[in-house]
């Protein structure tokens, strides 16, 4: 098998994994048994399981973040289209959190918190760099500086929700609160500054 073929079979065996068990409770054994390798075969293309998870995440999070950017509804006004972008941005996070990692990695590992503020701070990298890329989104330094405003506040209310969250309709709830009582100002603060 050549490079890319044992890579992607690992990634794809640890994305099942990771979907029905978890993260936390998914072993590197486990990963190479799915993916027909041997153990040693993993730590030639990834660190270790976590380098795994965080290869996963960016592949999904590099695709999702251009396919948000680029579908804007044309007859949305800046403040629409900012405050729809924020939210489907925070539902790709949700779903990060959800599918990839697991509430009980998150909960209970001690360095999750430093893994997920890393992650974070790629998604907002990306986030900015799309904007970039857009010819009707590049203004001025400011505007840029107000846009990573918004996307650091947003960010920093939505990761907290799987830290605070019980339930997942505790995390629908908040999302409902964040969406209608929060984002309207930051939005509007990031726009009108």
């Known amino acids: 098998m050549e490079a890319e073929k044992i890579k992607d079979s690992i990634k794809r065996a640890a994305q099942e994994l990771f979907r029905k068990f978890g993260y936390h409770k998914t072993s590197v054994n486990e990963i190479a048994k799915r993916a027909r390798i041997a153990k040693a075969t993993i730590y030639k293309y990834f660190n270790s399981k976590e380098a795994v998870l965080h290869t996963l995440l960016m592949d999904y999070i590099r695709v999702s973040v251009d396919d948000l950017i680029l579908t804007q ?4 006004d800046e403040e629409a289209y900012l405050a729809n972008l924020i939210m489907k941005t925070c539902r790709l996070s949700y779903t990060v959190c ?26 907002e990298e990306m986030l900015l760099a799309s904007f970039t890329r857009l010819t009707e989104i590049r203004k001025s330094e400011n505007y840029h500086r107000r846009l ?30 964040f969406q209608k009582e929060i984002l309207p100002y930051l939005v509007k603060a990031a726009i009108t500054i």
Request: aromatic fraction near 16%; hydrophobic fraction near 40%; charge should be negative.
């Open 148 to 177: 990573r405003f918004l996307i650091k506040c947003s960010k920093s209310i939505v990761f907290s929700f799987a830290f605070t969250s019980v339930s997942d309709s505790d995390v629908r709830k908040n999302f409902v609160s």
């Open 98 to 123: 959800n599918e990839f990692i697991g509430w009980d990695f998150i909960r209970e590992s001690a360095n999750s918190q430093e893994f997920l503020k890393n992650l974070s701070n790629e998604l």
């Open 73 to 76: 509804t044309p007859e949305m």
